[in-house]
């Protein structure tokens, strides 16, 4: 029975998509002119480029650039308005200004002027009004404006789901309008990437992605609960809002593989936003070492750490992960500018340069990164002994002040110093640099600390805001580097459970001291679990502020096997059953890629995949792989293979069985064969 409010509500829909139809015919009718003048111009050019002179040329070529810029805009405004087709908008607000009756507003992904009428149709998600719909329920409101605020009433809420243009529900609520939509949402089998919540935005992921004022947003929240996605918004929003002066590509997002960059590489082009740059944390360290060292990647690293224990190697990477660390380094340079010059007179010809004169030029560059400030000193030296000796100097000479400049310093080789701090700090055995084999990842960041601090880097000025995931794997150093290099707003996301390397994660208390200015936001709501998934993973890592969404599916299996194989055949089973299960992802996750590649050699179909450390895109269906890369990842069903006492036994299992586990939507299973892990002992 289609009431009278559906009734109103079709006919409105219907118009809106007429509306919306015949803003296309006009954009193809522009984008038509474009291309045409565009064409007419290139022949002009074509014809008369013999007559035409280089200022001719350059106007030339800017007003075809002009023109293809114009038409790319359209192309996009088309992309937009037909998408807008197909889910013109998902929520509707009355509001009423103060003495003004109530009018509705009409909230979409994108906005949509209507410019025969002048009236805003749609607005879009971003808009400051549309906020109220996130923010309140029918009754007292406000939304606040670049101008101030603007306060009224809400007289109506009401929410919609239109599919290829097609209403397929909607719902008027008077409380909690999202929770049954969201629940609708949550319960759908996942698509193949992370997809926008903006239909569904809670109320506390609001606020974070609408805060303008956080130098660094630091969001610590659990497994599963928005961060990634809130981030992407977030981002979304600042676009929107500071459009004059933030554009896509001066953000850069750090991730931790190519394969999370593909996962979540739909979110900002569905919100309408070009791709934003991103950059794994180890391509930007080799860029900032110049490319001049190999290295181990921290996946490399926490491979090793599976593998075997190595109290040495676990040593390393525990002190280099620590504060004191930060501060030994910061001390030594304190040492080396302190005591590691030796001045001296500097005969030229005839000339004496009085050690106290070059001292004084060192002194003059105290500003100046230390390593670049010889050649500086050594030029102020020439042309000292130039004026004094009263003639030009030999190549041989200048080369003389150079070196003789450069002796004054104890060392100039970044490696050099980098040994010497572990001797002046009395732990030579904390390094472990070998030139035949690759810089230990504990080594990297702090090199690269050294070299920003003692030669500068300005590469990544540009960057207006940057956006760090999985923070709780990043030591001291490492957000030491990142505040130095960007000095821009941040946008900081993780959780310390989902640690893969619990001897180097830092606590959100950690990142809060390395950044004193920044604003922590707690996320305790999960989404993507089912209730008892949640409960499940509870028992690997506790923690008492969690809030499962009330969401139900089976719970977990723990399916005992009589030997590996007897377990892989067993998943052989599980694979068939999930085929016809309707659910359109499944994830084998394991501890080591040695045992996902075991797996994968059993299991191999042509739906089967397997993602290693140099896969480059997220696959849909059945992916096999590791916990440490299907961080951040999701799938409607997991199984955790080899789940026993023997693969799951000390604390970097145990964060990695807790990562394997939180994958899941709606199903999990566990196998092993021999002993249960204890891991799992609550
Ligand atoms: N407000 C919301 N409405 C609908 N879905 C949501 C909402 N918030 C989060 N989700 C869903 O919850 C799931 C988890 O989100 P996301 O991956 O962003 O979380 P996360 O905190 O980064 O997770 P993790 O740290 O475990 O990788 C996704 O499927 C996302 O779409």
Known sequence: MINATQHDEKEYLEEIKEQLTLAIRRVDGAVKQFSDE??????????????????????????????????????????????????????????????????????????????????????????????????????????????????????????????????????????????????????????????????????????????????????????????????????????????????????????????????????????????IPELGLEELAADLLGNQYRFQTFFEQVSALLEHHDAAFIARIRFKSSFEFLNQLNQYLLHIENTYFTLTDLRVGTTVVPAAVIGQKFRTYHRVPLLKRFALVAQDVRDYVRHAAGRKLSGGEKGKISEAINRMFRFHHLPDLYRDFYRWLGR??????????????????????????????????????????EMQDYTPVQYAVLSRLFRCRKTILGDVSQTVNPYSASSAEAIERVFPQAEVVRLYRSYRSTSEITAFAQRITPNPHIIPLERHGPEPTLAACAGPAAELAHIGQLLAAFRTSGYTSLGIICKTLRQAGQAHAALQAPDVHLLTEESTRFKEGI????????????????????????????????????????????????????????????
């Open 38 to 275: 565009l064409q007419q111009k290139k022949e002009y050019i074509h014809e008369h480029q013999s007559g035409m002179d280089e200022a001719d040329m350059v106007a030339a070529g800017q007003s075809i650039n002009r023109m293809a810029f114009t038409g790319e805009a359209a192309v996009s405004r088309k992309r937009k308005l037909l998408k807008l087709g197909q889910s013109p908008y998902f929520g509707r607000l009355d509001f009423a200004a103060p003495g003004q009756p109530a009018a509705p507003v009409y909230i979409g992904v994108y906005s949509f002027f209507d410019e025969q009428r002048r009236a805003n149709l749609i607005y879009d998600w971003r808009a400051p009004i549309s906020s109220m719909f996130y923010d309140f329920e029918p009754g007292e409101a406000f939304y606040t404006t670049p101008a101030g605020r603007v306060a009224g009433r809400i007289e109506r809420k009401r929410q919609y789901k239109i599919r290829d243009g097609r209403l397929e529900f909607m719902l008027d609520s008077d409380v909690n309008i999202h929770d049954d939509v969201l629940q609708r949402e949550l319960a759908k089998s996942s698509d193949d990437k992370l997809k926008n919540i903006v239909a569904t935005i809670q109320r506390d992921q609001n606020a974070v992605i609408r805060n303008e004022t956080a130098q660094v947003m630091v969001i610590q929240g659990v497994a599963g609960s928005g961060k990634t996605s809130i981030a992407l918004h977030r981002i979304a929003f600042l676009l929107y809002r500071y459009r004059e002066t933030i554009a896509a590509r001066d953000i850069l997002i750090i991730s931790p593989n190519k394969v999370f960059a593909d996962y979540i590489s739909n979110v900002l082009p569905e919100l309408g936003e070009e791709h």
């Open 428 to 469: 030579p055995e904390l390094l472990r640099l070998d030139p035949s084999r690759p810089l230990e990842y504990a080594d990297v960041f702090a090199l690269i600390y050294l070299r920003l601090r003692l030669e500068g880097f300005t590469a990544y000025d540009h960057v207006k805001h940057l956006l760090v995931d």
């Open 623 to 682: 992916v096999i792989t590791t916990a440490h890369l299907a961080k951040g990842l999701e799938f409607d069903a997991v199984i955790v293979p080899f789940a026993s006492a023997r693969t799951y036994a000390t604390a970097v299992d145990r964060s990695m069985l807790y990562v394997a586990c939180t994958r899941a939507m709606h199903e999990l299973t566990l196998t092993y064969s021999g002993e249960l892990t204890g891991c799992l002992a609550g």
